[in-house]
């Protein structure tokens, strides 16, 4: 055979299993997205297009992996759960990250023109992305309780600063400035006295970031969330359910046979912008932490 | 700072350094390749489209991540070779494979138009990515030699096969059987003797590949390559170099301030399609595995 | 500083710190032990005098090292379950795995003499170690029964081989042909037939090889296991608890002032011979999995 | 089979293969080797007798694995280069570094009686291990001539400041202070003036460290190092061949069969106190490095 006697080449590429019996958490985010969100043009302090696009790419990743069972993103960043008993790729490190990275990109440089149709991609985006392992159900929901607290934390900071920007007339100097030294209930203060805005009516999008999460549909429906009660803090948990799109549906790519666990429970993903620090979402949720 | 009772869970996250002093062989594949080129109506054995349109991709990663001096793709593959030297990303391993397999993976799907510009992209394609570590010149070069000799091997299959098949009438099950214990003389003279093709006049592209490296401008032009005689074995080893696209100029992205090594040595990006086995192309540039 | 231009080589020293929040196993091997046991004429099938220098040195780890709560003997290897919250050495892998093994083995030459005054050491024995990380405390029960069920197929295996041999006068070809495709009934029937012996009133430290634990002392003394009634299947299931030997107490090695980690509850390491496939082990000692 | 339904828990031992191509350090470390010195009251500065145990052990490890080449050692520390084609344990990382960990601790232990008749160990002492990559034989140099500068650095250190405690009747404080912002040719001078040593003049083992190298006996002896001149400051730089001693000889523990590489060329493991930061050394054994 030629190219035989080249063939030991191949015993450099060392194993890289992960630890069997761990939850897998795969993490994404944007390459130099700073500069992105800008020469796009992405409205502040958030591009709910932009968002979307983000949910569409995360919701074609879950599609195409059934072992993720719950996604969450807030800005240029996604977090995924796989199931701790998923045998994907046969758990190598590699294999799984860079693919999960790289259908993420193409989905969302893929989808682009339907979010953006006005604002052509002036050049490719790109996303790093990691696996850690979490060994427990409870670094799992505080991995997640992590990620919302920070949504939380950035989205308030934001939402302030470029109302001083935007609508104070404040340079940004200025308005880091005002904003240095400023715990939470004074920023909540600080929006509410200066702009008339109530920070618990935004959009729940903004403040809680965005669920993905596959839900068993056979099943009784999860019980329901607490209904939003006008002007409360808890306006924002709705449950948006949408479903797969017709565009989605039209091309099912890659189909993952092996991968395909049980095919009796159907189930289906469900976007929602709710709190999941509490018990709540968890508790109506069992199977996310088998 | 809300979020900090959480913050533990980055401890979960650990290092992966790759070991210093060593030479980093970045390969991607496409993922289920196969039915995208069906899918897609790929033209066989060869498409160029396909090829030139990975080669554009790949050309992009180099022009953005200057530490990788050489690539070299077939088929639905690219590896790249990053100087031992290399510090990108502090060399941690999933930071560099997911990105560099991100950013090639958006070039594709961003550039898909242009080489294919009646046939729309059907639903997002994916790659990919594994880091090898090389400690010496040696296994570099037998790494390179080791890809060559499997884009001969399979395309010279591959030609053969879609002679019979397309021009021989054969059934794809009947042009396998033919084919089954021929060594590679008689596929040259199956190929001679039943459709007068002389295999070696075939396009380099697909004979031996695309290399793509990167040649220091400022230096003498590294020596010639041997001139191609009409019709003789090295017809393909013509070096074909292409400057620049304008529609890359226009948008260099996501600039590596800290990884842009030594300024002073101007360097250019050639694509050619000739022998890497041989010690001809690297004695011409003794850089590539400084 | 002199010395200085060479220091970079540390920087191809690459961490391994081990994943927080698993349980850490870490299991010893005596190297060629066959041949050792045999140039010390080990009493065969079991020495006992070599069974209790291993749980000797085993002991003294435990001793030295107090985030190791349980261990398992066998024959020449030993498993050490340390708590999942260890800290040690900062869970660095090569650290803790090569100085646990070196400890023992320097326990095991160090006491030799005690254990085999008229039978000199003839040369150096040695061990391996690894670490195998698990996720929850489901599997470190497995593990443990994993290591329990193999002492005892072994040990059966060997008492009736043995009794062929020594008693039987077979030679050991013979005596491997006579038990080949025995299952386990038959060689309990076989042993009490041919040689009158009631396996399960041999020795429990054979039958169930030996457990160290560290039992907590200012509790309420575990609840007792059940009381062997003469001649019955659980004769072995005696609690053989063993205080810290005088020769031991002279010399306390290397102390471990960080590691102590709980200063309040006094704990006792006990030696039983015991099942700890079944829950009542388990159950009498919550904290060995918290 | 008994025990079958636990055996997954294997699947838990990850690989650990150490990259191939690469030369091999496996260094090792006395754990608090400070109390333990002080307990077995060794001579300060340095100890001869317990130098030379050090020497004995590491000559026992290179008699027993053949792949290794060369060893350096200075007080509680020894380094061991395997040759870069090793496939010792198939190159396991954990197998490797423990087992030469433990046979090192277990020769340490078995021969200290030599060394110390009358004075016995009072505890079993321990050591660590670790094994870094190095791909070029360029960092093997420079890792071997960061451990003797190391070396220098300690014991003139080291002597001067004894010298001031034991013959300056100072306290260890205030030898400290004296010795604080010196620098080399300071210490050398303070040794000179006030205790008339000349340093250069001191046992090249303690200023040289130990150098245990495999030299191949059938080709021509390795040329001599230069003459030392009376008083001269290579005074150290004899080579102190020392033959296998008739105990060591007795008893070859644990033959290695397939790590017996070549039997054709006859090696003999030589202790040198010599300089290996410049050139002589290693031109003078080309093998070392192949």
Redesign the interface.
Known sequence: ???SK??????????D?L????FLVFR?DG??FH?FSTEHQFTKPNDVQALMLMDHAAR?VMEEYKDIVLAFGESDEYSFLLR?STSLYNRR???I???L??????????HWKEYFPDSP????????????????SR?IR??F??RQ??T??NNLYNTIFWALVQQGGKTTTDAHAALRGTV?SQKHEMLFKSFGVNYNEIDARFRKGSILVRDIEDEPAPPELPEPTPASSTAGDQSISESTSAAEAS????KQKKNKAQPKAKTKINLLHCDIIKDEFWDARPHLLE
């Open positions: 055979m030629a190219g080249y063939a030991y080449v191949r015993n450099f590429e060392l194993p299993p630890l069997p019996g761990t994404l390459h130099s500069r074609d701790k490190e590699s294999k990250c860079s693919t990275t790289s259908y993420f990109t193409s989905c969302y440089v893929f991609l002036l050049y490719p985006p790109s996303f790093d992305g990691r696996i850690v392992l979490y060994p427990s670094e505080d991995y309780s992590w607290a920070d939380h934390i939470s091309h099912k790519p890659l």
